[in-house]
């Protein structure tokens, strides 16, 4: 069976910043995150990220446009050959 | 030239098909856009556009018709002469594709609304001005 090189979208979590672009850009709204800012000061000089804590995505709503792979500056969403689940979810550990 | 001279002006041209009449809301005024073909060649095609109210031109194209009626009710103007009877809406229905009406499926929270960099900054969703 011919595989659909994009069945599904896939999260590279350690590549993505929570920047929200991608939750911003999806036209039906079924992207979500969670993070919290994460404050470093062991260099001496005060550092902050943002952690991710969850990212979803409802594959009952998505309509496989790729505005979010297309928009994220950081190659954390790819597409991918994997069929999707109805509701995705990553949660940090 | 007036929305039906124009149109007439066309029509005599030999642009005799209705093709499509609809609306689009630009700025504070509802555009009314109608696109007129050349049956011996389909290929070619006329755009005239005015902003509503326009007249009906239902007796030089009964093929307006529909259109007029479908554009009266979802944009909420008028074309002076149709007997605007509702065609898929309810009566007294608000019209749906005005931008100030509410879109139900964007009633909801935005994913978007709050950036976890930024919390106390909130922001609306794009396209939605009755926010
Ligand atoms: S593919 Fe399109 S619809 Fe699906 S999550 Fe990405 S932006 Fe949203
Ligand atoms: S655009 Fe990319 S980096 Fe930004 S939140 Fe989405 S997946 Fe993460």
Known sequence: MAMNPRASLELIAENCTSCMLCIRACPVWCLELDAHLEVDESSGRRRSSLALDRFSIDYGTCMMCGLCVDICPFEALEWSSELPPTQFEWRSE | ?131
């Open chain 2, 1 to 131: 030239m007036s929305w039906r001279s124009e149109l007439q002006a066309l029509r005599d041209d030999g642009f005799d098909v209705l093709d499509w009449l609809s609306a689009t809301e630009e700025d504070d005024e509802v555009v009314v856009t109608a696109c007129l073909v050349r049956s011996e060649d389909p290929g070619s095609f006329r755009l005239v556009r005015s902003p509503a109210p326009v007249e009906s031109v239902v007796d030089m194209f009964p093929s307006a018709q529909w259109h007029e009626r479908e554009t009266a009710e979802m944009f909420g103007v008028t074309f002076e002469g149709l007997n605007a009877a509702p065609l898929l809406l309810p009566p007294d229905s608000p019209a749906p594709l005005r931008k100030a009406q509410p879109l139900p499926a964007r009633l909801s929270q935005w994913p978007g609304e709050v950036d976890p960099a930024k919390p106390r900054r909130r922001q609306d969703p794009p396209g939605t001005p009755w926010r």
